[in-house]
């Protein structure tokens, strides 16, 4: 069984920093782009940033310059380091990772269970 495990977030003051980590686990022949994405309260969730298997990385223009996406293919895992965090980042942040189970099998997407990330001012 695959799962995804985020954790990081926490309460900081604007300005601040924190550097959230997401590990999968279980039997996965290999994953391919992960991501992380965040919903605010009583809105969509929406993409952060993502990273290919190769390093390829995308982000929203709200976070450019400030948040990094990286990765550990040997231990299955996306990081996201962000910086310079305001009030407006406050979210409850997912990982997401497309996985393929066996080599002939598409890729599926799976979920963290969300870490929360405050940002007070």
Known sequence: QVQLVDAGGSLVQAGGFLRLSCAASGS????????????????????????????????????????????????????????????????????NAAIKLRYWSVDVGYWGQGTQVTVSS
């Open 28 to 95: 996965i022949f290999t994953i391919n782009d992960m991501s992380w994405y965040l919903q605010a309260l009583g809105k969509q969730r929406e993409l952060v940033a993502s990273i290919t298997s190769i390093g390829s990385t995308k982000y929203a223009d709200s976070v450019k310059g400030r948040f990094t996406i990286s990765r550990d293919n040997g231990k299955m895992s996306v990081y996201l380091q962000m910086n310079s965090l305001e009030p407006e980042d406050s979210a409850v942040y997912y990982c």
